[in-house]
């Protein structure tokens, strides 16, 4: 099996939990399961722990209300879950600009660990340093949003498109300009990148 048809397979899946669910409610606890960790470390990387729980339970509980209008011909489950949660970031807006706020004042935290977890607690509200704090914080909504549902939520251009609903050729757009911004801001480096080490 290809990796291709296994993530197919692993979508089809994903679908027809949610159809049963229509008529066996307790059916979406597979979906819950299954993806609650990874929105976990998104919403937590982009607004803190401390309200990470209750966003990622409200997306949750938004998707099952309104799994009856989930539509697999518009794209995956994940992605689904993901601009549900992108959404739900969106009203604390001014929460995650006044933490990026408050952590290039204050500093922040290295991490340690495997490389891929360095990069991600690179751009994580707990792991953020004060450069790239000051670069997050003065980046469009919309440029922000599609940034982190890459770096931090590991989708592709395609699964970042249906999250927000824009084309592709938006996510390529919006996201080269937020590096753009950010390797600018940063002296030539891109913390989002998984090929690049972060010094600032």
């Not at 059916?27 to 819950?32: A, T």
């Not at 909504?141 to 931090?152: H, I, M, N, P």
């Not at 824009?166 to 002296?187: D, N, Q, Y």
Request: charged content about 30%; aromatic content about 8%; overall charge negative.
């Amino acid at each position: 099996m290809t990796a291709a048809h296994g993530v197919a397979a692993s979508q089809d899946e994903d679908a027809a939990v949610i159809g049963r669910s229509w008529h066996e409610p307790d059916q979406f606890k597979v979906i819950y399961d299954r993806y609650f960790p990874q929105i976990y470390r998104y919403v937590a990387g982009r607004l803190g722990r401390d309200v990470a729980d209750d966003v990622a339970a409200e997306t949750f509980l938004t998707a099952f209300r309104k799994r009856d209008r989930f539509d697999p011909e518009r794209g995956a489950v994940r992605p689904w879950l993901f601009g549900i949660a992108t959404n739900l970031v969106g009203q604390y807006r001014r929460d995650e600009s006044r933490r990026y706020a408050a952590l290039a004042r204050l500093g922040g935290e290295t991490a340690g660990g495997e490389h891929e977890e360095r990069v991600a607690a690179r751009v994580t509200a707990e792991g953020v340093r004060p450069s790239l704090a000051r670069a997050l914080a003065a980046l469009p909504e919309g440029d922000r949003d599609v940034l982190l549902l890459v770096a931090l939520g590991g989708l592709g251009y395609e699964e970042a498109a249906q999250a927000l609903e824009i084309p592709g050729g938006t996510v390529g757009s919006r996201l080269s300009r937020a590096r753009k911004k950010l390797r600018e801001a940063l002296g030539g480096t891109d913390p989002t990148s998984t090929e690049e080490e972060f010094h600032g």
